[in-house]
């Protein structure tokens, strides 16, 4: 009867809520530890502190203007240089072709 009835129409109900969140999008949960966080000065092997010098580094270099790189680099990080702004150059170039 009646309770058949309604029971069938909430079991209904929730399998359509049930399948409509298996196709909400998943939040994103932020961890309070970062993976890219340093080792402390004082914790640090001779590798890493040298590793860490390279990466501060690259992290200024690449941001150089073509101009400040042939004035400020030479050797190997005006290389390194040269071939990372060409790549990412030829990247742009890619993404805008496929937009047209």
Known sequence: GKYKEATM???ALCCLIAGASAF???AISRSSTALNARVPEGDRSPEISEIYQLADRWAEIRLYSDEEAKEKLSGEEAEAYERYHAKVKEDIEKAQDLAM
């Open 9 to 11: 129409r909430i079991a």
């Open 24 to 26: 909400a999008p998943a």
